[in-house]
């Protein structure tokens, strides 16, 4: 165990599998603390870092992010794809003087390193994993923008410790905070947002329509699928990258047949990658891409689905069926 953990430990947190599963909250406890501030460890987050003078000229090339207009100081949202135009990777960016922090889920760190630095060499930058050179936080509220302005300092250019806040959705950030000043960090915030485990962040991503990737579903989507173009994630407009040709097909034809969804139905809640179907001779329906607890014995989750899937009140979920309810997702997701 870390000393990390051991610090969240002594805060009053329960670890389990290396993150922390609540602060003696329960689901039941949810929908109240979704509206009240809130704090988080997102230990499932890591950071591959690129270098050098050709930084921006190589992520321009290698994810479907815009980065020649996109304005410096703020986070880009992005993905990396196949040359198939299936997507290995999630990233907000963050610009430094050396070059990109790309905060990615931490599983896919070492897969899309070894993916990207095929191409690394030819634009001379250097891609390493520096998740352990930060901590990486979930700021949620009322008070969010509040807080995550003073986190900012007077200029928006950070804080003198090096902690940044990049805005994730309506009223939450993320946290980025440099190993050393992470403990200073946590109880600083502590004395305005309640700490509460990594669960709820994940059920107010599903709510936001946030898709985030697993091992088990990596290189199974084309962004629209995920929903990345309602998010900023997309540019159309910049020109090649790999897996362009078959991006911009599926957008401009207008022929895809799956789309990200919202589910609810009764715990537990499933695995990333649980294959969906149709029950009364099981044809496929897609794919869970997150589940969460919501309630008491209730759960809501994204999936990528065919279309004609969501007519059904009930999906077989490989271990049995379960009655389903779509529910809505924000505009920008939808």
Request: hydrophobic share 45%; with cysteine; proline share 7%.
């Amino acid at each position: 165990m870390t000393d990390w953990h051991q610090f969240l430990l002594a805060q009053g947190g329960v670890i389990d599998a290396g993150a922390v599963a609540h602060f003696d909250e329960a689901p039941a406890d949810y929908e109240q603390l979704l509206t009240l501030d809130t704090m988080c460890d997102l230990a499932d987050l890591g950071v591959l870092a690129v270098t050098g003078a050709k930084s921006a000229d190589f992520l321009h090339g290698q994810t479907t992010a815009d980065f020649v207009k996109s304005p410096p100081p703020g986070p880009i949202r992005g993905a990396c794809c196949t040359p198939q135009g299936r997507v290995f990777t999630l990233f907000t960016a963050l610009r430094t003087d050396a070059g990109y922090l790309l905060i990615m889920p931490r599983a896919l760190i070492a897969p899309s390193r070894e993916a990207l630095a095929r191409y690394a060499a030819l634009s001379r930058v250097e891609l390493a994993d520096v998740s352990a050179n930060y901590r990486i936080l979930g700021l949620a509220g009322p008070a969010a923008d509040r807080l995550a302005s003073e986190l900012e300092g007077p200029n928006g250019g950070g804080s003198t410790d090096g902690t940044r806040a990049l805005r994730h959705a309506a009223r939450r950030y993320l946290v980025l905070a440099p190993t050393a000043a992470a403990k200073a960090r946590w109880a600083a915030l502590a004395r305005c947002a309640r700490p509460v485990g990594l669960p709820l962040w994940h059920l107010a991503d599903i709510r936001d329509g946030i898709a985030t990737l697993a091992p088990e579903t990596r290189e199974q989507f084309v962004p629209q699928m995920l929903g990345l173009e309602q998010r900023g994630a997309v540019s159309f407009t910049k020109g090649c990258y790999t897996g362009q040709e078959v991006v911009a097909r599926s957008q401009h034809l207008g022929k895809l047949k799956r789309h990200l969804y919202r589910l609810g139905f009764a715990a537990p809640a499933p695995k990333p990658g649980v294959p969906l179907a149709i029950p009364q001779g099981s044809q496929p329906a897609g794919t869970l891409v997150a589940a969460a607890p919501a309630a008491a014995g209730y759960c809501e989750a994204l999936a990528v689905l065919r279309d004609e899937a969501a007519q059904c009140t009930a999906l077989e979920f490989g271990d049995g069926a379960r009655a389903v309810a779509f529910l809505p997702l924000p505009s920008a997701a939808a």
